[in-house]
C-alpha cells in the first residue's frame, strides 16, 4: 500500500521550532520532487516548500525564507521540514506530496502534485 505519512506537528508559541517529517511507504522518494504546502482555516493550500529529486534544489514561498528548511534522507525514505522561528499566520494543516513527473526541479505549484499525505496540524499561539 502506497502512503506518505506527515508527523511532528503540534502546538508550539511563537518563537519556536518543529521539524516536520513526511515518510514513504511502499515506495521510494528518491526519484521524485517533494512538496510541502499547507493550508490554513478558510484560505487555499499554498506551497511552502520543495526538493528535488535529482541535485536536492529546493524552492521556498517568501515568507519561510531563512526560517524553514526543507531536506531529504533517501535512506530514511523521510522528507523534513525544519520550521523555525514560528509565527502565528504558519498556523495551518502542512502536508508533503510527491511530483512523479519531475527529477532536476521541483515546483510549488498544487496540482503538479498527485501523491498526497493526510497531513499535521501545526498551531502557533501563546
Known amino acids: 500500500q502506497l502512503q506518505l505519512v506527515e508527523s511532528g506537528g503540534g502546538l508550539v508559541q511563537p518563537g519556536g521550532s518543529l521539524r516536520l517529517s513526511c515518510a514513504a511507504s511502499?515506495?521510494?522518494?528518491?526519484?521524485?520532487?517533494i512538496g510541502w504546502f499547507r493550508q490554513a482555516p478558510g484560505k487555499e493550500r499554498e506551497g511552502v516548500s520543495c526538493?528535488?529529486?535529482?541535485?536536492?534544489?529546493?524552492n521556498y514561498t517568501d515568507s519561510v525564507k531563512g526560517r524553514f528548511t526543507i531536506s531529504r534522507d533517501n535512506a530514511k525514505n523521510t522528507v523534513y521540514l525544519q520550521m523555525n522561528s514560528l509565527k502565528p499566520e504558519d498556523t495551518a494543516v502542512y502536508y508533503c506530496?510527491?511530483?512523479?513527473?519531475?527529477?532536476?526541479?521541483?515546483?510549488?505549484?498544487?496540482?503538479?502534485?498527485?501523491?498526497w499525505g493526510q497531513g499535521t496540524q501545526v498551531t502557533v499561539s501563546s
Open positions: 506530496a510527491v511530483d512523479r513527473g519531475t527529477s532536476y526541479s521541483c515546483s510549488g505549484s498544487v496540482p503538479d502534485y498527485d501523491f
Open positions: 511502499g515506495f521510494t522518494l528518491d526519484y521524485y520532487a
Open positions: 526538493i528535488s529529486a535529482i541535485g536536492g534544489s529546493t
